[in-house]
């Protein structure tokens, strides 16, 4: 018996495997499950800031969830690089840790570490760092990658990109160009990365692109439409990729913003920011899709999702402790 949807219309009478009208929408996508997250699942995340949004409320729920020590990566370069520099031939240079404007030295390409002390504290950072996250994702069963914009600070000499503008003093310096990455380099860097994952974890590969705005954008262009034109890309671009890695999974975090029929708002005031209640219902829609044994979650309208962990107070607490315990393992006082 088939399942094959009809379709009557002026051009005749058809058959076809699937079929959903925009009428027959509902106020969020519904998911087909796939039991991939249960209570033992090990998760290491990176990406842009939504990721670590994830990783804070998988943790709260239980998970054992890890986001790259190195802090945040908004493009889909600096995500290849970090896996290039921990997994590849190529790397970072001591070169690439220089002396802010207000005397506090960092790291180009890696903006979580940052020190008053000397630019070998740094270097010391990032190279502990290194080992934590090397054992993170070998040790993962889900790698989780959030993408976040197309906007890119190119450095000329190597071609490496920041995060995001680079450090004012290497910035005035010159050697960087401005430009939107364009959607086939987007999907050559997904290409990279996913390669070395495969070659260096067992991990399944889940990617999603972040529903948050660009915070500014430095094309001559009003940020509402760039920031149309830069998701547009990367949700192309994940599009095309997932065409010939059906083994990739991916999350629909940007739609169900983007695309949002139901009451009540994701953001927070500043309009860009996902509210607490917002991400509550995104990952609640995450286990709802992905979750397993006790991992999986039933359907729980926006605005009802408990939300143990996601008070402000909660969140600078954690952040608070989370900043003690890197800095005691990075000074060699934790295992």
Known sequence: MTNDKQLKSRRGTYSLPHLMRWGERTAWPE???????????????????????????????????????????????????????????????????????DGVWEHLFRKAFRS???KETVLAMARAADVLARRAYAEADVVVIT?????????????LVAVELPPAPSYRSGGWTFRDARVSENIANLERTLELLQANTKAT????????????TFRDEDIIVANCESKSRLRAALADFLLDHPDVLTFHSYELVAQWQGQGTFFEDDGRHIN????????????????RGAMKAEFVPFGSVAMPDQTAARRLSRLKSKVARKVRRLKGLEG
Request: proline share 7%; charged share 20%.
């Open 31 to 101: 998911p087909t499950p796939r039991p991939l997250v249960g209570p033992d699942t090990k998760i290491a995340a990176i990406g842009s800031c939504f990721a670590e949004r994830i990783t804070e409320y998988l943790s709260a729920r239980g998970l054992h969830t890890t986001f790259h020590p190195a802090g945040l990566q908004y493009n889909t370069f600096a995500i290849r690089q970090e896996f290039e520099h921990l997994f590849g031939t190529s790397g970072y240079s001591d070169d690439d840790v220089v002396l802010g404007d």
């Open 116 to 118: 008053k002390e000397s």
């Open 147 to 159: 993408l976040g914009l197309t906007e890119i600070w190119q450095r000329e000499s190597d071609g």
């Open 205 to 216: 590969v889940l990617m999603t692109v972040s529903p948050v705005p660009l915070a500014a």
């Open 276 to 291: 607490p209640q917002g991400v509550a219902f995104i990952m609640n829609e995450f286990l709802r899709m992905f979750g």
